[in-house]
């Protein structure tokens, strides 16, 4: 018989573990609903040695939150090479891979949790939403981003976190879907603001350039052109005068 002998984790090491055990239990529940008898059972330690590297679960929620956030902005890395429409897909992808593992601990991170109102936890959030701006800032190839692109930007990154919010709440719509049906959201949401703005047409258009008929946006200007098949006898909208077009 061999007797195994437990070995002392070092400090750093110790509130890691600490902090990788609370952000499992904040991912599969609510952080209200997770005490610290249940995380100092989980990491194999006593309740006081839990207080002997966090002060409180306010601070061991945070630094969950802070490794949750790390995590889910490395979600928007993605190499510049080959199709937007492509890159943004697998963005999607793997940004939906985190939001379906860590279900609650993602609403907690985007709503606040118990720390609403707690400056930490919101530079936390908007620092996944900074970091996956200038993501697709950089994806986009553009250095100083116009006004309107900003605006296009910040407005789908919301928009991805309020879809994902929705989502989670019965998951009624197959996540595939959904994924493809957000990348079809920039672009059309690009594409309204290149209407208005000379700068923003040049933009979509170098990008819409470089797309291939099979890929994602290519599948949206299909749809598009399937609705009048879907509705032949509802009449073509107005023909849009060429002053209002972008010079």
């Known amino acids: 018989m061999t007797t195994g002998v437990r070995r002392r984790m070092g400090v750093d090491e110790r509130r890691q573990q600490l902090i990788g055990v609370a952000l499992d239990l904040f991912s599969r529940r609510s952080p209200e609903e997770v005490s610290i008898d249940e995380i100092a059972a989980a990491a ?17 929620y945070e630094a969950a939150l802070r490794r ?4 889910l902005a ?6 510049p090479e080959g199709p937007l429409g492509a890159r943004l897909l697998r963005v999607m992808g793997r940004f939906f891979d985190f939001v379906d593992e860590h279900g609650p601990g993602f ?10 109102g707690s400056s930490t936890a919101n530079a ?16 986009l190839g553009v250095t100083e981003p116009p006004a309107r692109l900003e605006l296009v930007v910040r407005s789908w990154v919301s928009l991805a976190e309020s879809t994902a919010l929705i989502w989670l709440d019965g998951r009624r719509i197959p996540r595939a879907e959904l994924e493809t049906q957000l990348v079809h959201d920039f672009a059309a949401l690009a594409a309204v603001s290149a209407a208005y703005d000379q700068e923003m047409a040049g933009i979509v ?4 350039s470089q797309e291939p008929s ?5 599948d949206l200007l299909a749809r598009l052109s399937a609705l009048s098949t879907l509705a032949p006898d509802v009449p073509a909208g107005p023909v849009v005068p060429a002053q209002r077009l972008p010079r």
């Open 44 to 60: 194999g330690i006593s309740r006081p040695l839990v207080y002997h590297y966090f002060p409180g679960k306010q601070s061991l």
């Open 68 to 71: 949750a956030a790390d995590e």
């Open 74 to 79: 490395a979600r928007f890395l993605e190499p």
């Open 107 to 116: 609403s907690a991170l985007m709503r606040g949790g118990p720390a609403v």
């Open 124 to 139: 936390m959030i908007d620092g996944v939403r900074q970091a996956a701006y200038e993501q697709i800032i950089t994806h």
């Open 205 to 208: 258009l170098r990008v819409l």
């Open 214 to 218: 099979d890929g994602p946006f290519g």
